[in-house]
């Protein structure tokens, strides 16, 4: 089990920042990851060169998508979050991923469940990328930086109201992939 980071000290970082814009995912074909992206996903796609797209939703955050035809499949742990407002609408999610898993090339996919401060589910799309479908208020995981301390300090799961997801803590230490 990893042990819990602890916050630090420093009051200036060493770099000064403005925003945190873009990730990478990377495809084994263009045309059909878009194609999900767009018609499954319902993500905005730009094509920004013969080998990228730039993807996002919701918001100015966006994923750099670039071709790698010996793609390495990703791990789940390094899954990418899409935010619904509800419970029911994961579970709503779920069974559409579930009905429509052959015509997308969808790949292995797990249970709703409650993760790490929120129900959610992951699945693996064609391109072995794997993707969280969760409830989550306006601005996603804002609410906890809203808390103003690390999870274990605001008492995580153990009383009704404490977050917008109506989480329940099934573990005492803080949850990770080893625990679920």
């Known amino acids: 089990m990893s042990e819990v980071a602890q916050p630090s000290e420093t009051k200036e970082p060493r770099l000064k920042l403005k925003f945190l814009s873009h990730g990478t995912l990377e495809s084994k ?47 789940r742990r390094n ?20 009905a429509e898993k052959e015509k997308w090339g969808i790949g292995k996919c797990t249970r709703p469940a409650d993760h790490h401060g929120t129900y959610s589910f992951y699945f693996s799309d064609l391109d072995d990328n794997w993707w969280e479908i969760l409830c989550n208020p306006d601005g996603g995981y804002g609410w906890m930086f809203a808390k103003g301390a690390d999870i274990q300090e605001w008492g995580a799961g153990e009383e009704t109201g404490f977050n917008p997801n109506n989480f329940t803590r099934r573990h005492k230490a803080l949850a990770t992939d080893e625990q679920e």
């Open 79 to 98: 899954h990418n979050g899409l935010d619904v407002e509800t419970r029911a609408d994961v579970d709503q999610c779920y069974q559409v991923v579930q």
């Open 29 to 75: 074909d263009l045309a059909k990851t878009r194609e999900f992206y767009e018609d499954f996903l319902g993500l905005q796609v730009v094509q920004t060169s013969k080998i990228s797209l730039m993807i996002r939703l919701g918001g100015e955050h966006t994923y750099a998508v670039v071709h790698n035809a010996r793609k390495e499949p990703m791990p």
